[in-house]
Nanobody, 123 residues
Framework: QAQLVESGGGLVQAGASLRLSCAAS????????MGWFRQASGKEREFVAA????????HYADSVKGRFIISRDSAKNTMSLQMNSLKPEDTAVYYC????????????????WGQGTQVTVSS
């Protein structure tokens, strides 16, 4: 059974950094687009960043561009999100997901999801 598991969340102060990881198991995700999404309390899940399957093209939401970096290691079936200069508005549960379609970053296009990891940024 395919599974995605996030880790690395925590409580940090504004301006700090965190690195989230997503480990895949049960199948290889090397041919999938991998993405990070987040959901703040009371809000809908929103796109954060995605990385393509083969060429490693990256795409970011405007709100995190220049601060977050997405990467993947297809050989290890893992993905990471380096989050720098964190802001209180980055507080959310962060989810990793997998999609077979590049270019459409809606949550509906992602067929696999992890359980999420909480990131809290204090001011």
């Amino acid at each position: 059974q395919a599974q995605l598991v996030e880790s690395g969340g925590g409580l940090v102060q504004a301006g700090a950094s965190l690195r989230l990881s997503c480990a895949a198991s049960g199948r290889t995700f090397s041919s999938y687009v991998m993405g990070w999404f987040r959901q703040a309390s009371g809000k809908e899940r929103e796109f954060v960043a995605a990385i393509s399957s083969r060429s490693g093209i990256e795409h970011y939401a405007d709100s995190v561009k220049g601060r977050f970096i997405i990467s993947r290691d297809s050989a290890k079936n893992t993905m990471s999100l380096q989050m720098n200069s964190l802001k209180p508005e980055d507080t959310a549960v962060y989810y990793c997901g997998a999609s077979n379609k590049w270019g459409d970053f809606r949550t509906s296009q992602y067929s696999y999801w992890g359980q999420g990891t909480q990131v809290t940024v204090s001011s």
